[in-house]
C-alpha cells in the first residue's frame, strides 16, 4: 500500500477507536476496464485484501469484522477513455458500516 493509502486509513481507524460500537468494515477492490473481466475481478480482489490485511496487522481490526469484495471493472468512478480517468477507477474504498 502507499504511504498516502496508510495515512488515510490510519486516519479513519482513530476516528473508529473512539466510538467503536459495532462498527464493521466493507473494503470494496475496483479496476480500470483495460484487459478481461476475469483478471480484473481478481485485482480488484487483491487490492482489497491488502487493505484488510493492513487493517489486521496494523490496527487490530478483528477479521469477522471486516468483508472484502471486488467489483473489478464494473463501478467505475471516472471515464476510462483518458489516463486520469482510469488511474482514478484503480481504487479500494472502504465503507464503514455500524
Known amino acids: 500500500l502507499p504511504d498516502e493509502a496508510k ?9 473508529i477507536k473512539s466510538d467503536p460500537k459495532g462498527a464493521f468494515f466493507e473494503i470494496e477492490g475496483h479496476t480500470d476496464n483495460i484487459g478481461e ?14 487493505v ?5 496487522e496494523q490496527h487490530q481490526i478483528p477479521l469477522h469484522k471486516m468483508n472484502v469484495i471486488s ?9 476510462n ?5 482510469r488511474a482514478q477507477n484503480r481504487r479500494v474504498v472502504v465503507r464503514v458500516l455500524g
Not at 484488510?52 to 489486521?56: A, E, G, T, V
Open 37 to 50: 473481466a476475469l483478471i480484473n475481478q481478481k485485482i480488484g480482489l487483491e487490492r482489497a485484501e491488502s
Open 81 to 85: 477513455k483518458t489516463k486520469e480517468g
Open 52 to 56: 484488510k490485511r493492513y487493517l489486521y
Open 7 to 15: 495515512a488515510r486509513l490510519d486516519a479513519m481507524v482513530q476516528q
Open 71 to 79: 467489483y473489478g471493472m464494473t463501478k467505475p468512478a471516472a471515464d
